[in-house]
C-alpha cells in the first residue's frame, strides 16, 4: 500500500472515530504532515505539527526532558514517545505520532545512518517501532513516513485509542 492510501485510511478512520491528530517530526522534516494533509479533508482530523529538527525545539517546544535525550540520545525511542506526547498535549491532540533518527548519508553522534525511531501515542498508550533502513537520504525519509503513517493506522484501527476523548482507551497496546 502506498503511503498516500494509507494516509486516506488514516484519516478516514480517524474521522469515523472522531479523533484529532498532531504529529511531530525530525528527520522527516514536515514531510509525514505533509502526507495527511495532502488528503481531502485531512483538516477535519488534523491538528497541526511540530517540525524539531533541532535538540533545543525538541525540549522547549515539545517538552522532551533533556535528561531523556542526554540518557538515549535524540534518536531512540523514547524521545519518540516524548515528541508525539508533547505534540498531543501542545495541540490538544487524542493521538500524536513522531519521527526522531538519521537520514544519512554518514552517522550522527554514533548513530548510523538509516536509524529511525517512531512513536504513535494516545493518551496513556503507546506504539512504537525502531527500525535501521538502507538507502539515500531521500529512500530513508520517505521510508520513515510510510513507517510512521502505517503505524499510527495500525494504532486506530485496533481501537487502541478509544471512540471519544472521554472515553478510555482500549486494544492491545502497552502503557507508558
Known amino acids: 500500500m502506498t503511503s498516500s492510501a494509507v494516509a486516506?485510511?488514516?484519516?478516514?478512520?480517524?474521522r469515523a472515530g472522531g479523533l484529532c491528530l498532531a504529529v511531530a517530526e525530525s528527520l522527516t522534516g514536515g514531510s509525514l504532515?505533509?502526507?495527511?494533509?495532502?488528503v481531502p479533508g485531512a483538516s477535519t482530523v488534523l491538528r497541526g505539527g511540530v517540525t524539531a529538527y533541532d535538540t533545543r525545539v525538541k525540549t522547549t517546544v515539545l517538552g522532551v526532558e533533556p535528561a531523556l535525550v542526554a540518557e538515549h540520545g535524540v534518536v531512540s525511542v523514547p524521545v519518540a514517545v516524548a515528541m508525539a506526547r508533547g505534540a498531543a498535549t501542545l495541540l490538544g491532540a487524542d493521538?500524536?505520532?513522531?519521527?526522531t533518527g538519521v537520514a544519512g548519508p554518514g552517522p550522527s553522534d554514533g548513530v548510523p545512518a538509516g536509524?529511525?525511531?517512531l512513536a504513535v501515542v494516545a493518551r496513556r498508550r503507546v506504539r512504537v517501532r525502531r527500525v535501521l533502513?538502507?538507502?539515500s537520504?531521500?529512500?530513508v525519509r520517505d521510508a520513515a513516513?510510510?513507517?510512521?503513517?502505517?503505524?499510527a493506522l495500525?494504532?486506530?484501527a485496533d481501537g487502541c485509542v478509544g471512540a471519544s476523548r472521554t472515553g478510555t482507551i482500549g486494544g492491545n497496546i502497552a502503557g507508558a
Open 133 to 135: 533502513l538502507a538507502g
Open 137 to 139: 537520504r531521500a529512500l
Open 95 to 99: 493521538v500524536g505520532v513522531a519521527t
Open 154 to 156: 495500525t494504532a486506530v
Open 33 to 38: 504532515c505533509s502526507a495527511v494533509v495532502a
Open 115 to 117: 536509524t529511525v525511531a
Open 145 to 151: 513516513v510510510d513507517l510512521a503513517l502505517a503505524l
Open 8 to 14: 486516506v485510511d488514516l484519516v478516514a478512520a480517524m
